[in-house]
């Protein structure tokens, strides 16, 4: 009977409920103290971050910034159950994107639904299947550039055929989005396809408009990332992606027959199809291949959407500051009247006799960073990074808007001034901290294409043309760009104007 009763005393419940709570105490402080996370903003249980995010007044680039001036170059952020660490300084992002715990992707759940598959593609795949393909990818590259049209022909062709777009258009109002995007596509069209279309041909403006569709969607719909099942609710953003992924797949399967069914394919391949269909006869007796159809659709779809999307931006920005900078504009067009001339168009070739061209694009890209915050990393594994523990499963974030502005690096450097990358010989330079395609393993695979365009491309224009403001005003042209899966100019319009020959 004393036992019961002192089973059911309450001061005996109370001290059993203490020693069982300090004993929790105890092995959660044991556990934080193992535990080094980065510092961050406080975390509310299961929303994480999600209200100071919210309740900030401040643009979503302008608030990670923040965040780093208060926490330091690297912080944490959690988003419900996952948590996002951003990295802020160069050296911090180059060393751990040379980690190979961190080189996954974080799932990219509409895809893979309509696929109903995992790990697929070059820019949302992991371990063995995204290291094959990118080998294959580089390679496929090198031998389509070792052909008798090599990829500097057909920019140069691509950027003759732009010329004559906005020709047509000269002393009026120009929104240079449409004509521009295709010039950008038709590049990655050859290499993909092996041909260029028609500006103006339905299935290459398809494929375009799906593609501009589904990057605002994903830009919106990032919430699949944190809650998967989401994806699976009807009217959700991620059924218009799967909508959009039916469609572009339906016209890229219709490309694919046609080159299946060439007499000579596999053995004169003339694009990235014909050598891919080739790796899957290669590779079809491999069971651990990767190499099939689904993943030569994702594969098109992710050099398509990742090439078309932010060279056309980089392009508009370098107009839009152009406009906003007409002195700029007229040192440009000097040096390019001075070394290229008035008898023939600039060329790759004529690239080290630019430096304070060269200078330019490198201030329009670090001003108008087209991916400001690169692609998320995913931990794979627990790992270190500037001394804090990084569990599996984390998303590793890249700043590089922080970077490009970072007052420790650049002299004032909300200022375009392309001068900052001319030595005192006048040669240009590029410091290491430039990164417009990001660093590490999984630095852009196109980066070398991207930079061939934007100088082509900018150099021709401005040998060609003048742009000016379409309409005179002494309000400041605005500058504020749209964050998206890109960072895209606001909509513009210029005037074009001839130059003489």
């Known amino acids: 009977m004393e036992s019961n009763a002192l089973l059911s005393s309450p001061w005996f419940l109370l001290t059993i409920i203490t020693v069982i709570l300090s004993a929790i105490w105890i092995l959660a402080s044991r556990t934080w103290t193992r535990v080094n996370l980065p510092p961050g903003p406080a975390s509310w249980p299961l929303i994480g971050t999600i209200p100071t995010l919210v309740s900030s007044k401040l643009s979503p680039l302008n608030l990670l910034t923040a965040f780093a001036e208060k926490y330091g170059d690297i912080y944490r952020l959690r988003i419900f159950t996952t948590d996002i660490v951003i990295l802020n300084s160069y050296e911090l992002i180059k060393d751990a994107f040379q980690n190979p715990n961190i080189q996954d992707r974080p799932r990219i759940v509409p895809i893979e639904d309509f696929f109903d598959r995992r790990n697929i593609g070059i820019a949302g795949s992991s371990g063995k299947v995204w290291k094959d393909h990118r080998l294959f990818v580089h390679s496929a590259l ?167 999307e932010t060279t056309n931006a980089s392009l508009k920005w370098s107009i839009l500051y152009m406009v906003a900078h007409p002195d700029v504009q007229t040192r440009v067009q000097d040096e390019l009247d001075r070394v290229v001339g008035r008898d023939r168009l600039p060329t790759l070739s004529d690239r080290p006799s630019l430096p304070f061209t060269e200078a330019t694009l490198q201030e329009i890209r670090r001003m108008g960073l087209a991916s400001p915050l690169g692609v998320a990393h995913r931990c794979g594994a627990d790992t270190k990074v500037d001394g804090y523990d990084i569990r599996a499963g984390t998303l590793v974030v890249s700043n590089m808007w922080r970077v490009a502005r970072d007052s420790r690096v650049w002299d004032i450097p909300d200022e375009f001034r392309p001068e900052r990358f001319l030595s005192d010989s006048g040669e240009c330079i590029k410091p290491e901290e430039l990164i417009p395609f990001c660093t590490g393993k999984r630095i852009c695979i196109g980066e070398s294409i991207a930079r061939k365009q934007m100088f082509v491309f900018f150099t021709n224009l401005l040998h060609r043309f003048t742009f000016r403001r379409v309409e005179e005003s002494s309000s400041p042209l605005s500058l504020e760009g749209r964050l998206g899966f890109v960072y895209d100019t606001p909509v513009f319009q210029v005037r074009v104007c001839a130059r003489t020959m």
């Open 142 to 308: 090198r031998k389509l550039n070792s052909g008798p049209r090599t990829i500097d022909d057909i920019i140069h062709a691509e950027a003759h055929t732009l010329l004559g777009e906005v020709a047509k258009i000269l002393d009026r109002p120009l929104n240079p989005h449409k004509l521009f995007n295709c010039a950008v596509s038709n590049v990655i069209s050859v290499l993909l396809f092996g041909r260029s279309f028609s500006y103006t041909e339905p299935a290459f403006n398809q494929l375009q408009e799906i593609i501009n569709e589904n990057l605002k969607l994903a830009a919106s719909g990032g919430i699949f990332i944190f809650i998967p099942i989401l994806a699976k609710v009807p009217f959700s953003p991620a059924n218009k992606i799967k909508k959009g992924v039916e469609n572009f797949t339906r016209v890229i399967e219709k490309i694919v027959d046609e080159h299946r069914n060439q007499p000579d394919e596999p053995k004169n391949p003339q694009d990235f199809i014909d050598l891919y269909l080739s790796e899957i006869q290669r590779t079809s007796q491999d069971s651990s291949s990767s190499f099939d159809e689904v993943n030569l659709k994702v594969c098109i779809g992710d050099m398509f959407g990742a090439s078309t």
